[in-house]
């Protein structure tokens, strides 16, 4: 009750003049390289285990939040070309020139994947955090990380936005022609999609940017951020309700279960190759949801955090 009034004032506060400027203006995660490696490290190895062939060379991410760390892991890993979109402009020059130096010196050192112990609530998990000299070999890497490389990619932080550079960085970003049509091979996003709005056009979009037989590899959280006591309580919220908790907002939660993005990745020509769900004891009692969840699976009931990395056909 208590957490439903604090986000309710909250959300009404957003309607006053003056409150972006207060407002939050991190995301917290890809402000640390030791993050941003861990999470681009685990989503290449899930892809390359579940069938992607090689390192990607064009990559998209959805969502980069307060640096664009995730992906300059994945133009130190070889990527060529690195889109990044998202709905605000958390990531700065600053920050991005900062990570990328601590980047370079962990891929260098071939530092092993940072694992629970440091980041314990960061999915998806490995069964092995040891760097994959497999996928990113001494040879591959010595290529990649040569310093004319590494400062071509600098460079292009300093100076986005042109069609030949290695970084795109679209904020906001809705229009999907963004990107040429089957351009992408790796599309991937981490702690994005639960705030995603229009979620439909958003998988159409994806479906227009991947190549067939390309891959995308998400990691969602369907919990209830603290916007409620309990992990599927903001499913209690009736919709007007919610409409005042998210108030003026860019974005907040979509709501959405595990069933509507299996749905979403069927009706847009993704074949799954990999599911991994996180499952809570504590089983969201249908009879308490709002109306519109009364729909949810009894998978969806107890998934509170899915890893799903799919296909295009
Ligand atoms: C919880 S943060 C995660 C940031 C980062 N991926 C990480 O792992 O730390 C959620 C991010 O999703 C972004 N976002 C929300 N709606 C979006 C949309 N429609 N398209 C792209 N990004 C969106 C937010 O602006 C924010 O950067």
């Given amino acids: 009750m208590i957490t439903t009034a604090a986000q309710l004032l909250f959300g009404l506060a957003t309607y006053f003049p003056g409150f972006n400027k207060i407002r939050r203006k991190k995301t917290g995660g890809t402000d640390s390289a030791r993050y941003c490696y861990s999470v681009w490290l685990r989503h290449l190895i899930m892809a390359r285990k579940y069938g992607m062939q090689q390192v990607p060379s064009v990559v998209a991410e959805l969502g980069p939040g307060d640096s664009l760390g995730i992906g300059l892991s994945a133009l130190l890993s070889g990527a060529q070309k690195y889109y990044a979109f998202d709905v605000v402009n958390y990531a700065d020059v600053q920050s991005n020139e900062r990570i990328l130096d601590e980047l370079v010196k962990l891929f260098l050192k071939r530092e ?9 609530r960061l999915k998806p998990r490995l069964n092995n955090y040891d760097f994959p000299d497999d996928i990113l070999t001494i040879e ?3 290529e990649n990380l040569l310093q004319d490389r590494v400062e071509e990619i600098r460079k292009t932080i300093k100076n986005q936005g042109s069609k030949d550079k290695c970084i795109e960085y679209k904020t906001p970003w809705f229009d999907s022609s963004i990107i040429q049509r089957d351009d992408v091979d ?7 999609l639960e705030h995603v709005d229009q979620m439909e056009g958003v998988y159409q979009s994806m479906n227009n940017w991947l190549k067939p037989g390309g891959y995308m590899s998400h990691q969602i959280d369907f919990k209830s951020h603290g916007l409620a006591d309990q992990w599927y309580g903001h499913w209690q919220y009736e919709k007007w309700l919610w409409a005042l908790i998210k108030g003026k907002r860019p974005y907040l939660l979509n709501r959405l279960p595990l ?16 599911c991994a769900k996180h499952l809570e ?3 969201a009692p249908r009879e308490k949801l709002a109306s519109d969840f009364q729909h949810l699976t009894d998978e969806d009931l107890v998934t509170s955090g899915a890893y799903i990395l799919s296909s295009k056909y």
């Fill in 186 to 192: 790796f599309i991937y996003s981490q702690a994005v």
């Fill in 112 to 120: 092993p994947i940072p694992d629970h112990n440091e980041f314990p």
């Fill in 259 to 274: 069933s509507s993005h299996k749905k979403y990745l069927e009706s847009n020509s993704f074949a799954v190759k990999h």
């Fill in 281 to 283: 004891d504590a089983i």
């Fill in 140 to 142: 591959s890497m010595a």
